[in-house]
């Protein structure tokens, strides 16, 4: 093989690699105006969370004004139910507010 074979076998690949290079470039300067203006955050807020096995909990979030009881497991994440009126927390435990919530109590 002489080294015009070898250099125009890796012609193609080091082309390759400056395009992607620059293709990268432009992404990284210009990417940000191509972004969602309409786009609002979500509102998320974990409010408490229980643990009721290893790697098995139970959470209460707000997510924009409503109340969800989600179980969480290793794989999963499975709404158990969605609480509509407004639940106070003063003085009460974790516990008792799920109870209370669920029909438990």
Do not use: C, R
Not at 27 to 46: S, Y
Not at 50 to 68: A, G, H, T
């Amino acid at each position: 093989m002489s080294v015009i074979q070898i250099v125009s076998g890796f012609l193609p690949l080091f082309l390759i690699i400056i395009a992607l290079g620059e293709v990268l470039y432009l992404v990284k300067k210009f990417g940000h105006k191509f972004k969602l203006k309409n786009v609002q955050p979500i509102k998320i807020e974990t409010i408490a969370t229980k643990m009721i096995m290893p790697k098995k909990y139970i959470s209460v979030v707000n997510v924009q004004d409503k109340m969800l009881v989600l179980g969480i497991s290793e794989h999963s994440i499975t709404l158990l139910k969605e609480i509509s009126e407004n639940i106070t927390t003063e003085g009460d435990s974790f516990s008792e507010i799920l109870k209370k919530n669920i029909g438990l109590k």
